[in-house]
């Protein structure tokens, strides 16, 4: 009986001890960022805003299935005054001999959206006065990190279930220039990687 009675006093306590909080005013700006003509947004997975108001969107589209199916994926930019800028397109040279995907088959060497190397799949932006951008995709399973204006300044990473390989990451956080955490979505995991810049070597030689 003592058990039942605790346990009733547990349930109607409950929402006692919810903690109040106020709502919150908020406006939403109409057309904050302006597409070009017969231009639209697919999926948007990602946005990051730089120190200068400059907002970098991830976008799927044309998708029709699941979302690792997208036939676009594009990684773009819009000004302080959301106008488009441009599409940020990221091409680095792979060994497809050595190259394996994250799960799946190999994918085609004209593959286009999400699974095309260099297509974003997260996006994220470092603070302080010299920020970069990272990006990663799922095939050849790379992190990227390229200036704001899309200069691509190293790679890291291939796709794997050991420590430095990476099964598709969904999220990414950068604290600093040097300091990233990925979030893996077939891992099951968070990888903190700690870059050594000083150390690079050729993409082309991995």
């Known amino acids: 009986m003592r058990h039942v ?19 919150i005013p908020f406006d939403s700006v109409p057309n904050a ?26 976008s799927r589209g044309n998708t029709t299935g699941p979302a690792f199916g997208a036939a676009a994926a594009q990684l773009l ?20 001999n050595t190259a394996r995907p994250a799960i799946g088959n190999m994918p085609a060497e004209d ?29 050849p399973g790379r992190v990227y990190k390229l200036t704001l204006d899309g200069k691509v300044l190293g ?14 990451v969904h999220e990414m956080s950068c ?8 979030a893996e979505v077939l891992n099951w995991r968070v990888q903190k990687l700690i870059l050594h810049p000083g150390q690079q070597t050729s993409a082309a030689n991995r």
């Open 5 to 23: 009675i605790i346990g009733l006093f547990l349930l109607i306590g409950a929402p006692l001890f919810a903690q109040e909080a106020p709502v």
């Open 33 to 58: 960022l302006k597409l070009p003509a017969n231009m639209y947004f697919g999926e948007v997975a990602g946005v990051a805003v730089n120190s200068k108001k400059h907002t970098f969107v991830f």
């Open 77 to 96: 930019e819009f000004g302080p005054d959301g106008k488009f800028l441009r599409e940020i397109v990221i091409k680095v040279p792979f060994d497809r």
């Open 111 to 139: 593959v286009k959206g999400t699974q095309s190397p260099g297509a974003p799949w997260a996006i994220c932006i470092t603070p302080g006065p010299r920020q970069v951008l990272y990006s990663a995709d799922a095939f």
């Open 155 to 168: 790679v890291l990473g291939e796709s794997g279930k050991q420590f430095k390989q990476f099964g598709w």
């Open 175 to 182: 604290p600093s220039e040097n300091e990233i955490y990925v």
